[in-house]
């Protein structure tokens, strides 16, 4: 008979709340952090793609658990954003109540899917309890120098009425727009509040070494904050200006035969001839238009325009083109290069299509391309025969002593624009006095929460929805005005330090203080993170972020250790039955609630655990999905109203033992595919046996292991033996190496070479004991019967053929 999975989902989901089952521990003396990359709580709810990330992490927690540690498995949400604004803004609806609706919405789709989160740890990055300690750690940056006001060129939607993040922008018919709702975006300069995370570069690089993260995320973060060691070269102008160019290779400075700026770099309204000057407005106008992504794609078209100025070169004294580009980034180094078109790929697109010069300063075969590698230098005066090495030194030595170059290292990671002009969002704790100085909020008085009200509409000022609540931007403290802060922080700052906010909780949402005695004996326990796992998208930007946060609480002594997060797994995406990514659109979105109900929980965490490997993107599939539930209904059969023995025959004693090891070795490795073929290889094993001669504890090893996947029929399983529940309280099986050791083999038995019977027997049987066994064969024996045996042919522990007339 097969289980009804909605009987026994309710049953044991009710006795889990009822007994606190996966309560956090601490009483081992082994812990296991492991961590989800929190959902953001949508009004769609939960996908499967969420189920297969949730799941893998699920399977570690419960065999940690069962391997006696102290295990932190928790959940919150990522719960402000511009989702919820746009929604609330849209239909009138406060999205603080939209978003709680969500949350609950989510933590019931958690929760029927057996997961094994302790909920009294749950947080909202939008309750007050929680970002009362983000606005504590801003305060924290501040006071070390590492927040500061600036004016800063931002990506700026004026339907939407706030900054957007490079990842909240899209190009639609070469224009810059809105991911949410499609709106016009262009760059602005505004002043901003920013996080100086370029400090950190160097420590967010060396940190990188020690950490067990996919080799792919670690170069991502790398290239990211892209460390160069160059030189500063000064040029100066025809107009007499300075003007300062980076590069990474000072020996290639005889090639240089132009100039190229970013388009916003400041010293262009100087340089520009005014005959040049609409054409360099109106490209300036243009790259306005330009994604920071787009403006990096080295597949465009190269455009740009001549300002009609020079530039002498410093060591020969010609005169050299000065141009502007969208292709060089006025964020990176000094916002100017000079351009090498003989070396650069970038620059020799450049300068084919405006017809300027091209000097070969590195020994080429071929001058038709860009030589990019080493070679001996040419045409390069004192330079002329050195190699690459050779060259970097000594032109180093002269730009330095001639006082035209100093030594730099230069990074590709910008400070962290950190204003939004939105309401939902963190407010700053942070309040102006009439002279416009920076007065922070005293920590006593935290949080600053946000306002109630219904009007959020954008300011249309460039300031935040919360500017339309004079009551709230005006105060009056010891007889003194102040007004806050209106922009608010962006959905980053809650994600940045989640990881601890878990560690401090209590109960939901109620959170001890970060900087107590009690706090830091908490994170000296748990931390750092022992798995975390979650999608490829934040591979950069939120790891890079909580990184940075981490080590500068380290610094300051409030965490035991600089990194975070030790192991890092990407899953993989489930994609459609078409291999297409899932999207409403595409109408290929499977819904994990009507899987749940018409294939339960089990089989679909079972389903999505043996697709393939935990990183890989493959398709869904319904045939797939009809397996997994037909294997778990063969599995309860085994188990159900069948009397086991309590004496070991061993018939199982090697396939038991064998897969408890390699499962358990699969498990660790996190590749559950493999791991659940074992356990198919013991229940085919059982089903060979009689059933009421199975060694009884070889079925409860079997649903041991099998319950860390599928929870509701372990559970099930496991109090049908008799036993107690909970089954994630027991201990894991173990194997015993002895076991391991095949003592018997199958003899196949033949008869003019054509299989007529076989026998399990012991190894190392002789040539006659094998012969004497083929012959009491009732097959082997009806065909020997009166014939004559011609030859006896025996292959020790393998075979037995007897040659007949």
Known sequence: MDFSHRAIEKKWRLYWEQNKTYQTTNTHDKKSYILDMFPYPSGSGLHVGHVKGYTAT???????????????????????????????????????????????????????????????????TSHPNFYKTTQWIFEQLYQQGLAELRYADVNWCPELGTVLANEEVIVVDNKMVS???????????????????????????????????????KELQRNWIGKSEGMEINFLTTFGDELKVFTTRPDTIYGVTYLVLAPENPIISKLTAVEQKASVEAYQELTQQKTELERKDDSRPKTGVFLGSYALHPLTGEKLPIWIADYVLNDYATGAVMAVPAHDTRDWEFAQKFNLPIKFV?????????????????????????????????????????????VKTNYKLRDWLFSRQ?????????????????ILVDPAQLPVT???????????TGESPLANFPDWVNIEQNNQHYRRETNTM???????????AYILTNTPNELIDINSPEARERFKKWLPVDLYVGGQEHAV??????????????????????????????????????????????????????????????????????????????????EGLDGAMKWLNRVYRLVSGNQFSHENNHHLDFVYHQVVKNYTEMITDLKFNTAISQLMVLVNAMY???????????????ILMLSVITPYLGEEMWSLLGHEPSVILQPWPVYDAEKLVLTTTTVVFQVNGKVRGKAVVKKGLSQQELIALAKKDSHVEAYLSGKEIVKEIVVLDKIVNFVIE
């Not at 760059?187 to 080799?215: C, E, F, H, N």
């Not at 946000?450 to 249309?460: A, D, T, V």
């Open 179 to 217: 991911e949410v709702g499609g709106f016009p975006v262009v760059k602005k300069p505004m002043r901003q509040w920013v996080l100086l995370i370029t400090k950190y570069a160097d420590k967010l690089l060396t940190g990188l070494d020690a950490l067990d993260w996919p080799s792919s995320v």
């Open 422 to 438: 939105r309401f939902y969002g963190e407010p700053f704790p942070v309040l102006y006095n009439d002279q416009d100085e920076i």
């Open 688 to 702: 060979k046996e009689e059933l009421v001669t199975i060694y009884q504890p070889y079925v409860e090893g079997l």
């Open 490 to 500: 962006p959905q980053w700052a809650g994600s940045s330090w989640y990881f601890l």
């Open 541 to 622: 930007l939120h790891l890079l972020y909580a990184r940075f946060w981490n080590q500068v609480l380290f610094d300051q002594k409030i965490v035991p250790y600089a990194e975070p997060f030790q192991k890092l797994v990407n899953q993989g995406m489930i994609l459609g039955p078409n291999g297409e990514k899932m999207s409403k659109s595409k109408g290929n979105v499977i819904n994990p609630d009507e899987i749940i109900e018409t294939h339960g929980a089990d089989a679909l965490r079972l389903y999505e655990m043996f697709m393939g490997p935990i990183d890989a993107s493959l398709p869904w599939s319904y």
């Open 362 to 406: 590195l020994e080429s075969k071929s001058q038709i391309k860009p030589f990019i590698g080493d070679a001996k230098h040419i045409n390069s005066e004192t330079l002329n025969g050195l190699t690459t090495t050779k060259a970097l030194s000594v032109s180093k030595k002269i730009l330095s002593e001639q006082k035209i170059g100093v």
């Open 58 to 124: 699920d399977i570690i927690a419960r065999y940690k658990r069962m391997n006696g540690y102290d295990v932190l498995h928790p959940i919150g949400y990522d719960a402000f954003g511009l989702p919820a604004e746009q929604y609330a803004l849209k239909t009138g609806n406060d999205p603080r109540e939209f978003t709680l609706k969500n949350i609950a919405v989510f933590r019931e789709q958690l929760q029927k899917l057996g997961f094994s989160y302790d909920y009294e740890k749950e947080v909202n």
């Open 450 to 460: 946000l306002p109630s009200g219904e009007y959020i509409k954008p300011s249309g």
